[in-house]
């Protein structure tokens, strides 16, 4: 999780939305991101999908020995793509920001861990506080 973290501080000292994520194999990370919807102007640039995009294209079973950390709980678009690609396993840092479809997750098969860390719901408050119309823009898409 202290990658996903990492990643997270440096969407925020692009300009971007802080949340970040690693993809995990065998202990070891093979594709780390961060969300980028405003520093690419870009829709679908989660933390999670550039993650994923960012671990290159892998074999489906490769997927389904994968781990997912994540500093906040997947939205549906990410939650659509952990499914499609069987990762059997999402660690979250938190979900008091934003709570993703985590019942649908769970209803198919996937674990989730949620370590309700105070360093991710304090990176996010932040930015929020000082971001307060690109959050609610942000979140008017997404809900």
């Keep these: 999780m202290n990658e996903a973290i990492i990643e997270a501080k440096k969407s925020l000292k692009e300009g971007g939305i802080p949340i ?3 993809l995990v ?8 991101g961060h969300n980028r919807l405003l520093q690419k102007d870009s829709s679908i640039l989660h933390g999670e999908m550039d993650c994923i995009e960012n671990a290159g294209k892998l074999k489906g079973e490769d997927y389904k020995r994968c781990i997912l950390y994540t500093t906040l709980s997947p939205c549906e678009m990410c939650s659509g793509t952990i499914l499609l690609y069987k990762i059997p396993k999402v660690v979250m840092g938190e979900n008091k920001t934003l709570k993703g479809p985590e019942d649908y997750l769970k209803e198919n098969g996937v674990e989730l861990i949620n370590l309700d860390l105070k360093e991710c719901k304090d990176i996010m408050k932040e930015f929020i506080k ?3 119309e690109i959050w609610d823009a942000e979140i008017d898409r997404v809900i």
């Design 20 to 22: 970040g994520a690693v």
């Design 130 to 132: 000082r971001n307060p």
């Design 25 to 32: 194999e065998n202990e070891e990370i093979i594709g780390r």
